[in-house]
């Protein structure tokens, strides 16, 4: 009787461990296009780039501070409507700890530097010269904006193009306590 | 002469080496009543000629590999003239194991109607495109066509065991199977007799029409247009006009060329079958009486088993070793990789059949005529009608 | 019943067709055959032997072979399905609408059809993988069930076997010997297969002849292979397992490697090089005029140093400098880099001449890199030409103002401000290629366009998969097993004196008859042994082709 469960119990563990196997491995094949994107609540990866001026951002400097972190470039149209509310927030909001950096995709710097000057931004503007930054955040379709809590954490990643109203509230949800 | 013209020569020599060899071996089993000594003559000798065609086709490809700088094996003719030689060593492999001649009777033809398909695509030596240029390719596919070689005389024995078990004179649907196999050669014959009355013709048609992309494109009939493609116009005056326009994701052409074969075999069937009065499989049982059924039931499993495992490493490892180099990707779902794939799924089951079912004989013969069929579909149909990664000609 | 009790004494498992001691048939099945089905050697089947509870129905059914050779077929013609037209990884379209266009357009409604039944993406359906997962789970029930009592069988082998067992071989012989001492053939006998490298034991007047008994772990060997190739492919489902990346990158740029975090590559040339031979029939044909000989790109590997962030790349260590070509990647830390695509003669820079309308005098000339345009080029004292605006993929105006498209100068267009000694307030100029300018006002200069230099793309792909290894073990160990237990096969000959002096012979081999007939003609003629039969041979007794051979 007891080599009879023993029996029982090896061939339902082998069935089972298959039945998972194949399971998982469905499942991960639907899902497959889903995973790597950085997700709320990840850690959001350091970089250094520089801007127009020669100085150099570091993400991990501005710790303690809200980061709105904005994926442009001269050629995007909707990153042009939302650029002038985005200055228009950072003078609100830069005062109360939230820093904006603006990061141009591989442009050059006379490109950036007419933007900047045409539009009167005012927030660090650097340019990802390799498309390091761009590649790590998955950056696909511009604009693109990361909400970067002052813990260092994405705190949230709104798609698309976003009105004064939503930067303005997004601003106010990573603001330092 | 330069060192093309040999090895062109060399191929005829081979060519009509294995026709002679095959009148040979016929000879011996015709006359083996009365005068066995010389029958004995008659297939030593046949199997001597066989021996110095492959040697010379060997010369051919050989010289034809230092002319080009890479493995005759690049194009749909030096393909399939290289898979006739194959076909041809395999023979001669089993031939040397078991020593049945008759194995040869069918063998030495089926090369023979390969080597003359092969030579109805352009025969000029084409440099390599740069994915091409790996000697892993050249090892896949030499391993490859040899697999398939090996395979194939599996399907040899098959056949000369139905031929020798299927009663041609009792109505039975595997008499008119295998009379259908031997018909589908008469259409190759067919094909080879139509494409070369209309070269030594001269028959061009040009054409324009407009391909499945929506833009125009040209292209050159070298038979009488049966179909258009897609919205054809005629360019070149006093030729036939097609019967019938086809619309644009068929091949307009390729289809008029196969329907050719058709009609030119059917009627070279028919003919025979007037001047003979007797079904092919008829003709040929006498020859096949003699052989030990047994035996090549067994010849036919153990090309299987030969031919398996180097059919699994040309065919699918070194496959996928070249495709990872060339690629960074070791399989792609290419329709010919995935006919290599059904290729050997097929012998796998064949295997597993003979090993726990028992199926031996009639059903293992057919079993190993149907794994030929693939090879040769994947060989012709998937080369030439679905376009993928591997389409040559 | 978990056993069976055979008259020799020896208890076999239920299911036991042979007795694994004596060789008694067992079954009334094995009592009727004239000769034996020595499948598995007569070993019970160990799925056979129970079928109780659910666990033990579906093991069953996974063990059967007929459901193992259902699931090859169903595989396989399935498999040929997803041939019929491309597949959707094929097909050269950006949005799944347009793919959806695509069959519909180029197969028409049998296009739409293959596209909507989902047959377009076949080989990711969850519908295939269950089918190759069904034959994984049949394969691995299967060998275990029938390897494991076979192994205990074979090893477990008695010298003796009953007559009843001899008798019912393929290949039997009984008589006496045909010359000489029949007290010394036993010996003759292990002499000479000894002699054919088989391992002979004995047992009184009982000997057993063996050889390439490893030969049936073969089928079991490849399996093992084929499961661990398969679980590889498993493995690369899981996220991070492989890396599948594509990059575009321009002669001159340095582009971040993506999937390949902390590397960087500078693309310093693509080379495309053609044969230069006549056209052949088969180029005619096809309407090819030129063969693609070398598609290169010259690249150099940077990684940076460590603990350096995203983005830095001040301090790159160069660490190889390589030429990718087609089937001769760059590989690095386990990544490789591919040559994949190109595109040729992209614009890298301009130059105009600042010239005078009516003189056709030349004041000098400016080279515009177009990926780093600056902001004035000074061509003299007091002449100089300022760029006002730049748009490297000018596509119209809108609302007066113009466009870029892009930000790769696919079609430039600048705005230049020309300030000359006549005109020290400058000239403004809108010039774009293939436009006449536009003006503000009547200029007395204009930019006239000198030439243009291009640059080619690299398409390159970025793979990286640790399962590699896995997969190759796994091909290696299928090959391995398939050459085992097709290039070598087992046989053995059993041979009994009996009471009356008679030599009683008995042999087998799973796989090649003629092979072990060859080795018994030698061992018959030498030990003078009665001659054997097949009993599975037709009783004809006219000499055919193949009998004579030695």
């Known amino acids: 009787m007891d080599k009879k469960k023993k029996r029982m119990v090896i061939r339902g563990l082998i069935l089972g461990l298959l039945a998972c196997a194949i399971i998982y491995t469905i499942y991960n094949s639907a899902t497959k296009d889903k995973v790597e994107v950085l997700q709320d609540g990840d850690k959001a990866p350091d970089f250094e780039l520089v801007d127009l001026e020669g100085n150099t951002h570091r993400l991990s400097d501005y710790k303690g501070q809200g980061v709105f972190l904005n994926f442009w470039g001269t050629w995007c149209e909707p990153c042009k409507k939302e650029m002038p509310a985005l200055e228009r927030q950072y003078q609100q909001f830069k005062d109360q700890g939230v820093q904006v950096l603006a990061v141009n995709i591989a442009q050059s710097n006379f490109e950036v530097q007419n933007y900047v000057d045409q539009l009167h931004l005012t927030f660090p503007v650097v340019i990802d010269k390799t498309k390091s930054v761009m590649q790590a955040y998955n950056v696909g379709q511009l604009p693109a904006s990361f909400l970067i809590d002052p813990e260092g954490k994405v705190k949230r990643i709104p798609p698309g193009e976003l009105s004064e109203q939503q930067i303005q509230t997004y601003m106010e949800s990573i603001k330092p306590e | ?110 090369a023979i109607l390969f080597i003359s398909y092969a030579t109805m695509f352009p025969t000029d030596v084409t440099p390599l495109v740069p994915s091409l240029q790996s000697h892993w390719l050249t090892l896949h596919v030499v391993t490859a066509a040899i697999g398939q070689a090996i395979l194939a005389i599996s399907a040899v024995a098959g056949l000369v065991y139905l031929l020798k078990e299927v009663d041609p004179k009792q109505k039975s649907k595997e008499r008119f199977w295998l009379e259908a196999i031997l018909y589908l050669c008469v259409v190759i014959i067919g094909f080879v007799v139509v494409t070369l009355t209309f070269r030594t013709m001269g028959y061009e048609a040009e054409f324009t029409y407009v391909d499945k992309n929506g833009m125009e494109a040209e292209i050159v009939y070298n038979m009488p247009a049966l179909f258009g493609m897609n919205e054809y116009e005629l360019k070149t005056d006093g030729v036939m006009e097609p019967l019938v326009e086809l619309p644009p994701y068929i091949n307009a052409k390729k289809l008029t060329t196969v329907v050719w074969s058709f009609i030119a075999g059917t009627i070279l069937y028919l003919l025979y079958r007037f001047i003979v009065r007797k079904r092919i499989c008829e003709l040929l049982n006498p020859l096949v009486k003699k052989v030990n059924t047994n035996l090549v039931d067994e010849i036919g499993y153990r090309s299987v088993l030969i031919g398996f495992p180097v059919f699994t490493l040309g065919a699918l490892v070194f496959a996928m070793i070249w495709a990872q180099e060339a690629w960074g990707r070791f399989w792609g779902w290419d329709p010919k990789e995935v006919w290599a794939l059904i290729t050997w799924l097929f012998y796998a089951a064949y295997l597993h059949l003979r090993l726990s079912k028992g199926w031996e004989g009639r059903k293992s013969a057919w079993l190993a005529l149907i794994g030929f069929a693939i090879i040769i579909f994947n060989l012709v149909f998937v080369n030439l009608v679905i376009a993928g990664l591997h389409s040559y000609a | 019943m978990e056993k069976v009790k055979c008259v020799c004494g020896h208890e076999n498992p239920f299911g036991t067709k042979i007795c694994g001691k004596c060789g008694r048939p067992l079954t009334e099945e094995a009592k009727a055959q004239k000769v034996l089905d020595m499948k598995y050697d007569g070993s019970a089947i ?444 087992h046989r053995r000959l059993w041979v009994q004196q009996l009471e009356d002096g008679t030599l009683l012979l008995a042999a087998h081999t799973n796989k090649n008859w003629f092979g072990l007939k060859k080795d018994l003609n030698v061992v018959t003629e030498y030990a003078h042994l009665p001659q054997y039969i097949d009993q599975l041979e037709e009783n004809d007794e006219t000499k055919r082709e193949g009998d004579d051979v030695e």
């Open chain 2, 1 to 110: 002469m330069s060192l093309i013209d040999i090895s062109s020569n060399l191929l005829l020599i081979a060519f009509f080496a294995y026709i002679l060899g095959t009148v040979l071996i016929a000879g011996s089993i015709k006359r083996n009543d009365g005068a066995a000594s010389r029958a004995e003559k008659w297939g030593k000798a046949g199997i001597v000629v066989a021996v110095v065609g492959f040697i010379a086709q060997l010369g051919y490809f050989i010289t034809r590999w230092i002319y080009a700088g890479h493995a005759p094996v690049s194009n749909m003719f030096e393909f399939t003239t290289a898979f006739g030689m194959f076909l041809v060593g395999a023979f001669l492999l089993i031939y040397f194991i078991y020593r049945v001649k008759t194995l040869g009777l069918v063998a030495l033809p089926i």
């Open chain 3, 46 to 489: 160990r799925s056979k032997t129970y079928n109780k509870s659910i666990i033990d129905k579906i093991w069953n059914f996974f063990s059967s072979v007929k459901v193992g050779v259902s699931l090859i077929v169903i595989t396989l013609i399935a498999s040929s399905f997803g041939t019929f037209f491309p597949q959707k990884f094929n097909i050269q379209a950006a949005t799944e609408a347009e793919k959806a266009l695509y069959y519909e357009q180029n197969y028409g409604t049998l296009g739409k059809l293959y596209y909507e039944l989902g047959l377009s993406d076949l080989y990711n359906s969850w519908w295939y993988q269950i089918l190759v997962g069904l034959l994984a789970i049949s394969i691995i029930v299967a060998s275990l069930d029938r390897g494991i009592p076979l192994y205990k069988s074979l090893k477990n082998q008695r010298v003796k076997r009953h007559e009843s067992f001899m008798k019912k071989q393929r290949i039997v012989a009984h008589g006496p010997v045909t010359e000489g001492d029949a007290s010394k053939t036993l010996d003759l006998i292990a002499e000479k297969m000894s002699k054919l490298r088989y391992k002979v034991r004995r047992d009184g007047n009982a000997l057993l002849a063996e050889k390439n008994r490893f030969a049936r772990s073969g089928p079991y060997i490849n399996h093992l292979g084929l499961i661990i190739f398969l679980f590889g492919l498993m493995l690369r489902f899981i996220p991070g397992f492989h890396v599948d990346e594509a990059m575009w990158i321009r002669e001159g740029e340095i582009r971040a490697i993506p999937g390949m975090d902390g590397y960087y590559l500078e693309n310093e040339k693509f080379i495309l090089e053609t044969y230069d031979n006549e056209p052949t029939r088969a180029q005619i044909e096809q309407g090819v005029s030129k063969i693609a000989k070398n598609y290169q790109s010259d690249v150099k590997l940077y990684k940076q140093p460590e603990g350096a962030v995203l983005g830095d790349t001040e301090n790159l260590d160069l660490v190889k400098e390589y030429s990718i070509r087609v089937n001769h990647p760059l590989k690095y830390d386990g990544y490789s880099i591919y040559q994949m695509d190109y595109r040729l003669n992209e614009f890298k820079s301009m130059t105009f001449g600042l010239t005078n309308k009516q003189s056709g005098e030349s004041l000098g000339t400016l080279t515009i890199d177009l990926t780093n345009p600056e902001k004035e080029y000074v061509l003299g004292e007091n002449t100089k030409v300022e760029i006002l605006n730049y748009y490297p993929d000018f596509s119209g105006l809108k609302d007066g103002i113009p466009q870029t498209a892009s930000q790769y100068p696919n079609n430039p267009a600048f705005v230049f401000k020309m300030i000359t000694p006549d005109k020290p307030e400058g000239e403004i100029s809108f010039v774009s290629i293939g436009a006449a300018p536009v003006e503000a006002g009547d200029n007395e200069y204009k930019m006239t366009f000198k030439n243009v230099e291009t640059r080619n793309v690299s398409g390159l792909a970025i793979k990286k998969d640790v399962t590699i290894p896995i997969l190759i073990v796994g091909g290696i160990v299928f090959l391995i097993g398939l050459a085992i237990g097709s290039y070598w096969n």
